[in-house]
DNA sequence: GATAATTGTTAGCTAAGGCTAAACTGTTTG
DNA sequence: CAAACAGTTTAGCCTTAGCTAACAATTATC
């Protein structure tokens, strides 16, 4: 359970950096990214259905191929999975929409996605290198860091 | 290859945020979150691998277990794939050692790490907080923005 | 309205990253 | 030094997320 405990080396103390975190500590950082990494690619989705129904009035497979690279096959599967999620509704064919559920997920995605564009921004990052970092980071940003982020996006506007 | 050009539907244009980015950019987005996805868990492994070494002395299968919450069968096989990809050495049963690449992998992905870490804290992120947000930040932050980051660190420290 | 082009689906493959259960090795202890 | 314990490996399973190739449906064009 506990780190080992046999044949201890002497360590160098003081010269290195930071010391480990506690076992349990450090056991919850790679947890919650493992979480998070379980619904990122589901919210890119849905948010993505989202903006294309909002900007574009309808959302087709070839879209989300095209603006996602990725083949036609693999969006067909993910939107059936999508379906058992109970998150869109699609008939063969035809274009997709999003439950309420999945309306909720779209604008709660897009809101987290576009504070931490805009901190970036506000930070001085060039707006294409600000696109593709919020597209990984806006999965693992705490509530609290979120906030801070957008008050200090707030405080920096202009 | 463009997005649909049929059955455009009129939208409505104004009211909503930012309009969609051009498709090959938005794209890109999602290439690069993808790649980072590859090299991600690889990453947290050296560096732990590295952090262990640096600070009990050895790196052992049963530690990395503990401190990644993850079964002692996943590291194991993880540690095959590192061998394969030349990051570390290691004999059955005994501790672990990180070759030349590995260590270079290590020193790097710590530093950067770091920089991101030391960053959230500057920004009034509390200290566990910042340890978990940093731990999937890390691999979604471009060059670029490190170096921003790092900046403004310097001038917020104290 | 027939044909061509585009779009969508399905089947079947691969690799990564988890897991449990069982077997094996190395270390510690009575 | 034998037994117990701790640590490691292997085998076999599952899910996710990608791919290509072949087929099917819809839409556009002549
Ligand atoms: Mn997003
Ligand atoms: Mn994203
Ligand atoms: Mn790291
Ligand atoms: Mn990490």
């Known amino acids: 359970m506990s780190d080992h405990q046999q044949r201890r080396i002497p360590s160098t103390p003081g ?25 990122e690619l589901i919210e890119d989705y849905v948010e993505l259905i989202g903006d294309l129904i ?5 959302a087709r ?19 059936r999975r999508l379906n ?14 999003l439950t309420e559920e999945g309306q909720k997920m779209a604008e709660t995605s897009r809101a987290r996605h576009d504070v931490v564009l805009h901190f970036l921004r ?15 980071m806006e999965h693992h940003v705490s509530d609290e860091t979120l906030a801070i982020m957008q008050r200090f996006t707030e405080q920096h506007q202009q």
Chains 1, 2 share one sequence.
């Open 15 to 39: 010269i290195s950096g930071d010391a480990l975190p506690p076992v349990e500590q450090h056991a919850k950082q790679y947890e919650t990214v493992r979480n998070a990494h379980e619904t």
């Open 54 to 58: 909002r900007h574009r009035g309808e």
């Open 61 to 79: 497979a070839a879209d989300i191929s095209n603006r996602m690279a990725v083949s036609q096959a693999t969006v067909s599967k993910m939107i």
């Open 84 to 97: 058992e999620l109970g998150l869109v509704t699609s008939k063969p064919y035809r274009s997709l929409f």
């Open 122 to 136: 506000a930070l001085g990052v060039d707006d294409s290198t600000a696109r593709i970092d919020a597209e990984g």
